[in-house]
T-cell receptor, first 113, second 114 residues
């Protein structure tokens, strides 16, 4: 079945460092791919999405490219801030495009000043 | 616009007791989801409603979990009887249309079963 695998955390970086969080997926068909972020005490928020191969999603300095050949959707940011500290979830749309999302296990990012 | 409202925010119960969670989606959102997020894992869909009909409940443990969506608006999720492994955050989300886009998540209810 469809599934998502993320790199294990926590990831600890200094402010202004480069961030990569790896995400790979297994899916039938052509799912849409998402990154969600969960700040402490808050609900999940959509960070960015890509709906087809080679699409690049971007928001707030984060970006990820839908790579069908490597079944990957890695999240990157050139210069992280303390305020980026959160849990990041990679997700894909379930079969049949009913609305179901299938999430990875989440990666905790801690950014130190 | 107001977000997705959930209550209670926290709940602690003993095993074998029952518990209910409430969700009020964004006004006009036809699709409502309940997800279970166990500590250290990503959210897992329990049930999806389109208006007041069930679209997907394939991962809902129906021997102990039940859910309903009254008049296609508010929804309640019930667990009876609770087990230790039900300790998790229960997230409600809604979207205007059926599909993986336009989700808004609530802040969740954290359940601890002791």
């Amino acid at each position: 079945g469809n599934s998502v695998t993320q790199m294990e955390g926590p990831v600890t970086l200094s402010e202004e460092a480069f961030l990569t969080i790896n995400c790979t997926y297994t899916a039938t068909g052509y799912p849409s791919l998402f990154w969600y972020v969960q700040y402490p005490g808050e609900g999940l928020q959509l960070l960015l999405k890509a709906t087809k191969a080679d699409d690049k999603g971007s928001n707030k300095g984060f970006e990820a490219t839908y790579r069908k050949e490597t079944t990957s959707f890695h999240l990157e940011k050139g210069s992280v801030q303390v305020s980026d500290s959160a849990v990041y979830f990679c997700a894909l749309s379930g079969p049949g495009n009913t609305g179901k999302l299938i999430f990875g296990q989440g990666t905790t990012l801690q950014v130190k000043p | 616009e107001a977000g997705v409202a959930q209550s209670p925010r926290y709940k602690i119960i003993e095993k074998r007791q029952s518990v209910a969670f409430w969700c009020n989606p964004i006004s006009g959102h036809a699709t409502l989801y309940w997800y279970q997020q166990i500590l250290g894992q990503g959210p897992k869909l329990l049930i999806q409603f389109q208006n007041n009909g069930v679209v997907d409940d394939s991962q809902l443990p129906k021997d102990r979990f039940s859910a309903e969506r009254l008049k296609g608006v508010d929804s309640t999720l019930k667990i009876q009887p609770a087990k230790l492994e039900d300790s998790a955050v229960y997230l409600c989300a809604s979207s205007l249309l059926q599909g993986p886009y336009g989700y808004t998540f609530g802040s969740g209810t954290r359940l601890t079963v002791v």
